[in-house]
DNA sequence: GCTAGGCTTTGACCCTGATCAATTCACGAT
DNA sequence: ATCGTGAATTGATCAGGGTCAAAGCCTAGC
């Protein structure tokens, strides 16, 4: 049917199923999920046994960890095309390091990891890929923790701002936050409160305008000058 | 030849090497090189285009970032038996994210990635055998942001403590730093002044005993309690 | 249109840990 | 034994950003 052959389509696109011939995809495809999350709705917490890797078809997740006394890291923001917990596919204990919410109405598909695991067995193409993936992530936590160590909260709110440019936008150049700011905040580790006020600052300075969750760059030159 | 057998032998014990037979391993030993690096001196930089990756035999290597204006965090302290920048062999820009430097006098042996790109597409299990590895480092970096964002100082200390006993030691612990302690504290984010302070708070509160390089857990429960 | 509840902003204050500076300590070389 | 060098400690001070509290805003639902 069409929809079947749309969803093949789709997954055709994630990079982890890039390189799977159309037999390998619908085996995928026949231990897959499709879910839909209502907004806020938990949809695993850390330390959970884990046997499903996830894809985002439409919406929003959130990937957190709580402290003991309930303060609340946002480790990542995934949003359609992303996916999300492959990786524990190959931990010794197979529980979820982080919670998972959605942050507003979702639609996600799950698979099954042990039967993709076997696709993985007949295709090194897709171990490869699903390396490159891994090898990203891990990338981009050792630049989180230098910009946690070695910077300060402006420059993450800053390099935030800049990572949002669609691209090659020289001078004036829009941004709609589709996130609520305490959440980003909480992605940056920046308290909501100092969120707002980098922001009134950068503002004063006549780098950004800030309305509502649209923020213009003014002057995408003396930002990055900031860092 | 002996020597040959014994390396042979070091390198099957490598978690990464574990599943090759020996003809693999001998192709594996082919390609790599042995290198001597005297204390302090700098393996790379980061940013360098990488090809090689490599396993500590000998001493220790700190893999660090530095910020623009000289400050440094030290990412992870690697001993004999560990491997690093494997994970490199599968990124897009193949560039080393971090520098390394030897920390004393070390030995080294470094692996072409290519022709190691080969032995994995034979030998899945030693792709998974990488993933596994690949996803541990990547739920330490988790971790260690969560520990970063939603922890103070004292805490991250104590962790690390307590990281080091040799495993269920009931009561009295001893540890041995063979680390300078100005690197364990940019390793745990602490400067070396607050590091020292801590130590001796926890001192003074009758938790550890100190005494250069050797720390006496004296109430191994006590330092539990504080997490 | 208006109210209620949740974000966001603003203000006042405080605390952890950084910074700067001086001293002590450890240790290898002379 | 002594000197010199770099690490570690200690003291004094400071500031970035966290916390607490109150007010402002916006939107959904009545």
């Known amino acids: 049917m069409d929809a079947d052959q749309a969803l093949l389509d789709e997954l055709h696109r994630v990079y982890l ?12 495809l026949r231990n ?4 839909s999350l209502p907004a806020k709705s938990l949809l695993f917490e850390a330390g959970q046994p884990a046997d499903r890797f996830y894809l985002v078809h439409k919406g929003q997740i959130k990937l957190f960890t709580l402290s003991m006394d309930g303060d609340e890291k946002v480790m990542e923001i995934l949003y359609p095309g992303d996916t999300f917990a492959e990786a524990i596919m190959f931990m010794q204990a197979k529980r979820y390091p982080v919670s998972a919410q959605a942050l507003v109405d979702t639609e996600l598909y799950s698979f099954d990891m042990k039967s993709f695991r076997k696709i993985l067995e007949e295709s090194q ?12 992530r891990l990338h981009a936590r050792i630049n989180e923790i230098s910009n946690l160590t070695l910077h300060n909260a402006t420059y993450r709110l800053v390099v935030f701002l800049l990572e949002q440019l669609p691209e090659d936008a020289i001078e004036l150049a829009e941004i709609h936050l589709s996130t609520p700011k305490s959440v980003i905040a909480s992605r940056l580790s920046i308290q909501p409160e100092t969120f707002s006020r980098i922001l009134t600052r950068l503002s ?23 860092l």
Chains 1, 2 share one sequence.
């Open 204 to 226: 004063a300075n006549g780098l950004i305008a800030v309305k509502g969750n649209d923020i213009s760059l003014l002057d995408v030159q003396g930002l990055r000058d900031l």
């Open 125 to 136: 193409q897709t171990c490869f890929r699903l390396m490159a993936g891994m090898s990203r």
């Open 17 to 28: 199923f890039e390189e799977l011939d159309d037999a390998q995809l619908t085996r995928v």
């Open 32 to 35: 897959s999920q499709r879910c």
